[in-house]
């Protein structure tokens, strides 16, 4: 049975990534792989048409979907919507809820060919292999209540950091799992000397660990992780963290890699479908001008074919395609440095076809 990928290009750079990636699912379409590619709206380009970020049509299609590949959201263009409902990134929060995507997986690869492209030192990052699990659904960016008042004569602003204990074991297994395919170590990041909620996360973590007793388990505070990052990165294999503190550190491990235009993410469900995407934003300051990375779109794709399709195979290929791609020299303009080739969003999808024919 054909299974459905449903592709969202969504706002500013989206467009211009999604349709290299889409190129790629073709070629593998040619070889044999049995998929349905459907487009929807989301985000800004959402609003525009429909008044809402995420359209009951959209909705639809997602969960009729064994995957989804999304562009990315959001843009000055919408800022000035008073209505935060209906902010882009509503739609992005979104599908997330109505999906059920509670497990985002980020890797940080710095591939050998962009060592140079880091900020840091290259025996600091050289071999750089680190998977962020990020907690997708909870926390404090869904806690109730929440909001904007008047107290005592001010406007306050506030909102409620929450974490039930099956939601901390939910992404708890995923991260432990993960760490049973990787090098066997999990560090759970918290806030457990302030937050109670997070001396209930660590309390969860420590009572899972017993059911992995293959997989090391560690600790440490959301502000020395940050600090450790940028120190010494390779000390960890897999992080595992909630959805706030995940946000943050999942884009400060992303810039170790020279680029955050070079990273893949999927998030998932329990039932094994999931929403594959570039970590970086939509650029608008760049979008239109064929200079965005498509790279990062590229690896989801491959992301997506590992995870939500089973096709290992074909996932590998497009990896080492992009591999070839950049032992070539060829560069979009956040990798380059003196001494590659720069070239433009398409001149890099055409060449990752290329790799992957040959």
């Not at 349709?19 to 929807?40: H, M, N, P, T």
């Not at 962009?114 to 071999?127: N, Q, R, Y």
């Not at 909630?242 to 235009?261: E, K, P």
Request: hydrophobic share 40%; charged share 25%.
């Amino acid at each position: 049975m054909s299974r459905r990928i449903l592709v969202l290009p969504g706002d500013g750079i989206g467009p211009e990534i999604t349709d290299e990636a889409i190129k790629v699912l073709q070629a593998c379409q040619r070889q044999g792989l049995d998929v349905i590619i459907d487009e929807g709206l989301v985000g800004g380009s959402a609003y525009d048409v429909h008044g809402e970020p995420l359209p009951v049509e959209t909705l639809d299609k997602a969960k009729a979907s064994d995957a989804i590949l999304l562009g990315a959201v959001g843009g000055p263009k919408w800022d000035d919507i008073d209505d935060l409902s209906k902010r882009p990134e509503k739609g992005l929060l979104g599908l997330r809820k109505q999906l059920g995507l509670f497990g985002n997986l980020r890797p940080a690869i710095l591939y050998p060919q962009l060592v140079e492209a880091s900020s840091l030192k290259p025996d600091v990052v050289s071999g750089l292999d680190i998977m962020i699990v990020r907690e997708l659904t909870g926390g404090i960016y869904f806690g109730q209540p929440r909001g904007i008042e008047e107290r005592n004569g001010e406007r306050v602003g506030f909102n409620t950091y929450v974490y039930s204990a099956s939601e901390i074991e939910r992404i708890g297994r995923v991260a432990f799992e993960m760490a049973r395919k990787r090098d066997k170590r999990v560090c759970s990041v918290d806030k457990a000397n302030v937050l109670e909620v997070t001396i209930l996360w660590r309390e969860i973590m420590e009572r899972l660990a017993e059911e992995y007793p293959d997989v090391e388990l560690s600790h440490m505070y959301v502000d020395n992780a940050a600090m450790q990052l940028v120190r010494e990165p390779k000390q960890f294999d897999v992080i595992v963290t909630g959805n706030m503190f995940g946000d943050i550190l999942s884009d400060a491990a992303a810039m170790l890699t020279g680029s955050i235009g070079m990273l893949p993410s999927a998030s998932l469900n329990e039932r094994g479908q999931g929403m594959y995407e570039p970590c970086h934003g939509s650029a608008p300051d760049i979008a239109g001008q064929g200079m965005a990375n498509p790279l990062a779109t590229i690896l989801s794709v491959a992301m997506m074919l590992r995870y939500s399709l089973d096709e290992p195979g074909y996932a590998a290929r497009i990896e080492g395609a992009v591999g070839n791609v950049l032992d070539d020299g060829l560069r979009t303009a956040d990798i380059a440095y003196p001494g590659t080739q720069r070239v433009s969003t398409s001149e890099m999808g055409e060449a990752v076809l290329d790799a992957f024919a040959r």
